[in-house]
Nanobody, 117 residues
């Protein structure tokens, strides 16, 4: 059974930074691409960034975060990261990591990011 556990969220002032982590277990993490999504109150879940299984292909970023967020992974630690810089109030959301295998679509519990002064 795949488990994903996010951490690293919190309250930060505009212009600040946070690094989110997502640790995976119960699967061969290194075989799968990973995604970060976010969902703000009253809005649909939005794809934020993706990274390939090896991490060597070009990553995808939503236009709203391009140049500010960086996705990365450490396959030795079964962990994917989302480095978020120059945070804006509109980045406030619950952030989720996502791993899709041939058999299942797996989500973590989410971590809250609040950007406010």
């Amino acid at each position: 059974q795949v488990q994903l556990v996010e951490s690293g969220g919190g309250l930060v002032q505009p212009g600040g930074s946070l690094r989110l982590s997502c640790v995976a277990s119960g699967t061969l993490f290194r075989l799968y691409g990973m995604r970060w999504y976010r969902q703000a109150p009253g809005k649909q879940r939005e794809l934020v960034a993706t990274i390939s299984a090896s991490g060597s292909s070009t990553n995808y970023y939503a236009d709203s975060v391009k140049g500010r967020f960086t996705i990365s992974r450490d396959n030795a630690k079964n962990t994917v990261y989302l480095q978020m810089n120059s945070l804006k109030p509109e980045d406030t959301a619950v952030y989720y990591c996502n791993l899709v295998t041939g058999a299942s679509d797996n989500w973590g519990q989410g971590t809250q990011v609040t950007v406010s002064s």
